[in-house]
């Protein structure tokens, strides 16, 4: 049995202070990365007296998170979300393991469930013609807009019924602020009481209080919004995900109340909306400075496909290079660099490379994606983006496909089919229609050619490690494509009531 004392390798600290100098405010996920290749896959830190454990290794993490779930599903407070925007632990996401949290997670498998067997597909074919359509219309020029568009409609149509045409819809913006400030309050840097949570004792009405409440308000107005439509109002005969959660005859009965984190705040819509959203602008990104690979792919698409119909979900079996880029596309630049942490529940002892290390109870647990998925042992040439990576000799997709995208255990995203399937069409779609280029527009803040980059400066360095705008050129690969194109957007069923049928025995 390990001493108490041995904790994994790190850097050394001051006193009492450890590494909390050491700890960047922006790109705390290169920091993290950068430990990971000095001292190993299992690196331990001091942040003035807090355990932080941070594991680079993929097995170390199925090991500790996933088979010892029991122990290490917790999650850490963040004394802003948890005294003030959230004090009834609803955002099941940032929650500690309790009822609220199994409930939430019990009901959303079986939402997912459904999405598994394709009660969503006609939903997201739909979103993802009328994206192809948008970036027909004006060349890309606006690109960075209509994937917003369509990862926020995808998710708020299958959730209430709220379909989004043109991404300009007030409610539309409205949701994307509320998410906005809602993953702002529970970054470190969202408020001074997430770092120094003893100032929260000073009485009487702080910034960080009104901050709150106005927060709550916004957002409470707004889910009422969203919910009456989907429960009483014109999506009420809709399939919907906020319809299943309100559905009655089920042993939990009505948890209408869930439907609000599920989609608005910590939870599935969440992750899924940042997720697909920036893995499409980073897809985008790899189109423009890795192009080499994109010839294979259309080449395997035109043979299963054709020239006279767009992709479906039908094609999916039959197209396993999409699925490889959709996987190269979350490992080579991930939208969630170090993931949400975990927290332990009590001790334990963990091997790792024929070492035992001390877990103490409390600890904080990061499982770093963005070292797991640049391990120089799994991933050759790691920086590259590289989708025959997942392929064998036969071209079809390796078994045993492992990610960490989505994190790990009981605390894995449950919005993985939707997510997955959101980014496979909305690839395969473009990849059919588009060549897609640089802009030989210059940058309007120096004047000159604008410069593509995949390094840190070229992405925000937030919990979402967003790439920032950049542009890019849409063209048709050739004239019958677009009108197909057009010509398959006039013919397509747009009637959510049509492509979220309540189930017959509802």
Known sequence: MASKGRRPPGPPGLPFLGNVLQVPVKHLATYFRGLCEEYGGFVSLNLAGFAIFLIGDIGLAKEVLEKRSA??????????????????????????????????????????AGVRAGETERLQQFEALLNVTHLLDDGGKNWFDHINRVSASMVLSAAFGFHCRTGQEPDLKEVVACLAEAVTLSSPSGSIINVLPFLDIIPGPMPWRKRAQIHRKREDALYDKLITCAISGEASGMNTWAAAFASKDKPEG?????????????????????????????????????????????????????????????????????????????????????????????????????????IPKGSIIFAVTWAIEHDQERFKDHDSFQPDRFLDHTNNLKPGYETSAFGFGRRVCPGIPFAERTLWINIAMILWTFNIRRSDEPDPKTGLPFKYDDSDLAFSGEFTNAPFEFPAVFEPRSAKRAEVVRQEWEDCEKDLNVLLPRPKEQ
């Open 71 to 112: 122990k290490f599903s917790s999650r850490p407070t963040i004394p802003y979300v948890r005294y003030h925007v959230d004090p009834a632990e609803v955002y099941w996401v940032f929650s500690k393991q309790n009822e609220t949290h199994f409930i939430a997670r019990k009901l959303t498998a079986g939402v997912m």
């Open 254 to 358: 009505d948890q209408r109340r869930l439907v609000n984190e599920f989609t608005l705040v910590g939870g599935s819509l969440r992750w899924k909306l940042h997720v697909t959203t920036v893995s499409m602008h980073t897809f985008i990104l790899a189109c423009i400075l890795y192009p080499e690979w994109i010839p294979r792919a259309q080449r395997e698409i035109d043979a299963i496909v054709g020239e006279d119909r767009l992709p479906s979900f039908k094609d999916r079996s039959q197209l396993p290079y999409v699925d490889a880029i959709v996987r190269e596309t979350l490992r080579w630049r991930p939208a969630v660099r170090f993931g949400i942490p975990h927290q332990s529940t009590a001790d334990d002892v963990v091997e790792y490379k024929g070492k035992e290390y001390f």
